[in-house]
Nanobody, 118 residues
Framework: QGPLVESGGGLVQPGRSLRLSCTAPRTITSVFNPSTMAWYRQAPGKERALVASITSRGITEYADSVKGRFTISRDASRKAVYLQMNDLAPEDTAVYYC?????????WGQGTQVTVSS
């Protein structure tokens, strides 16, 4: 299966919102839909960390640092996963990566930069 493609990152001021999108253009629907999808982020000098995940049944998990601010969702027909990020803060600055997992295999996108600064 092919890579994931992220979009929607950018430079925003604290308190603003962004919506990240991730698509799987080379992954067929019958493979994408049973997959667990997730967003990770990696700040300079930091390890890549899980931000949010969503199973094929729509069960979600969030890192404590983003609970109440971020929402992960998926669209089966579009083979897409989204991350709505509200009330952004400087500590959210990182490269955000989309991840697809199935049967112990992981697939990643190239990442999209999110910078939160005044």
């Amino acid at each position: 299966q092919g890579p994931l493609v992220e979009s929607g990152g950018g430079l925003v001021q604290p308190g603003r919102s962004l919506r990240l999108s991730c698509t799987a253009p080379r992954t067929i629907t019958s493979v994408f839909n049973p997959s667990t999808m997730a967003w990770y982020r990696q700040a300079p000098g930091k390890e890549r960390a899980l931000v949010a995940s969503i199973t094929s049944r729509g069960i979600t998990e969030y890192a404590d640092s983003v609970k109440g601010r971020f929402t992960i969702s998926r669209d089966a027909s579009r083979k897409a996963v989204y991350l709505q990020m509200n009330d952004l803060a400087p500590e959210d600055t990182a490269v955000y990566y989309c991840n697809r997992q199935l049967d112990g295999r992981n697939f990643w996108g190239q990442g999209t930069q999110v910078t939160v600064s005044s």
